[in-house]
């Protein structure tokens, strides 16, 4: 088998996983293994990441689009077929690979247990070309089908149906990579041949390996999103600061907290999250200040009381629905409720940590009210704290 058809099978496997609900960071490790394994090329990788990223962030345009042509049931091995066809589709109407050659190299991987579909699999696929005029038509007014009913139905009642479309026509585009230096922002602007963002981000497009990259095994730099950094930027000058980071892992934050000069008490729960925590802080040479406990927040006891708390609670993170294309997949509703309870908990405890004219603040990446503004609302009515007005 060429390397070409590895990859393509690759993608058919990882398309098949993510159908599953298996999250994309693990399906990576799977790719990961295989590339070493295989001994992939470069291009091959990229290959490899571009089209599973693609064909997720545009499934449900493309299950919109197959509702119309597929009305059999698939078998119990079904998510392959469905996965051979996704990626099918998504070389067809979301990249430049010719059509004959989209058609033609995913029928080429229905082979083995699934074989039996290939002749199914290239009727559908020739059929989408023969009205793919059509189809652009209806999807480009149709994006209400990007995402899941239940979070499409969320964000027009939050946002309106005006602010939600622009939501979906974002989800569509790739991201771009923020990294936030440590100093010499212009010098970094030229070396990475990005663009600058506030004060200390170099947003650049970058889809190979960030180890490669200028100033990483230097530790002059972390790769963190400008939005994550807002929580940070508010607390103003905090040099020689207390401050207690909860849920700190991956460190991006507390990246941040270190290098204004503040002195950092991160707690995360998870052993293998500040193994990684710990690996990220060494690497930009930070660690000076820094004090990390493995810890439930729950359980978490300390005599001394904080200037500030950042609690950056665990959520959907639907937030990150560009960089993580997966995610409006993999969560419901259900993890809304059960985060949002759990975040009120992890609330009331990290008040309990602060100087009594200290500050918290309160961070994550949903979207959803139910774990955030409502929460907020919620907390302010119960206790005697208020909220400071950035804005």
């Avoid at 990788?45 to 059999?72: A, D, H, M, P, Q």
């Avoid at 039996?116 to 999807?139: G, H, Q, T």
């Avoid at 909860?246 to 999250?273: F, H, W, Y």
Wanted: with cysteine; glycine share 6%.
């Amino acid at each position: 088998m060429k390397k070409i058809d590895k990859a393509r099978n690759l993608i058919l496997k990882g398309i098949a996983l993510h159908l599953k609900g298996v999250p994309l960071k693990k399906i990576n490790t799977y790719y990961n293994l295989n590339f070493e394994k295989y001994s992939f090329k470069e291009k091959d990788i990229s290959f490899v990441n571009y089209f599973t990223s693609i064909s997720v962030r545009n499934r449900g345009i493309i299950e919109f689009i197959l509702k119309k042509y597929i009305r059999k049931k698939f078998p119990k091995s079904g998510n392959e077929v469905k996965a051979g066809i996704i990626f099918g589709v998504s070389q067809i109407l979301f990249s430049k690979v010719p059509t004959y050659a989209s058609v033609n190299s995913t029928v080429n991987l229905f082979v083995g247990k699934i074989q039996k579909w290939r002749n199914f699999a290239n009727a559908v696929l020739r059929k989408i070309i023969e009205d793919e005029i059509k189809i652009r038509s209806a999807i480009k007014n149709n994006l209400y089908y990007t995402v899941p009913e239940w979070l499409y139905l969320d964000w027009k009642r939050q946002f309106g149906e005006y602010n939600t479309h622009k939501l979906l026509k974002i989800y569509q585009e790739e991201p771009c990579l923020d990294i936030r230096v440590k100093n010499r922002l212009n010098f970094w602007v030229k070396e990475l041949n990005g663009i600058r963002v506030g004060k200390s981000t170099v947003r650049i497009n970058h889809k190979g390996k960030i180890e490669d990259l200028k100033g990483f095994k230097e530790g002059q730099w972390w790769v963190q999103d400008i939005a994550s950094q807002i929580p940070v930027i508010l607390m103003g000058n905090i040099k020689n600061k207390i401050i207690l980071d909860l849920c700190a892992s991956p460190g991006g934050k507390t990246a941040q907290m270190l290098n204004e000069g503040a002195l950092v008490k991160a707690v995360d729960i998870s052993k293998n999250r500040v193994k990684k925590l710990k690996k990220n802080i060494e690497r930009i040479k930070l660690f000076k200040n820094l004090e990390i406990e493995v810890c439930d927040l729950m359980k978490f006891k300390s005599n001394l009381k904080f200037d500030f708390v950042l609690l950056d609670a665990p959520c959907t993170g639907t937030g990150t629905f560009r960089k993580n294309p997966d995610v409006v997949w993999i969560k419901n509703k259900n993890d809304v409720i059960r985060n949002s309870e759990a975040q009120k908990k992890f609330l009331l405890k990290a008040l309990s940590y602060l100087k009594k004219e200290g500050t918290l603040i309160y961070s994550n990446c949903s979207l959803q009210y139910e774990e955030g503004e409502n929460i907020i609302s919620e907390l302010c009515n119960s206790k005697e704290i208020y909220i400071d007005k950035i804005l």
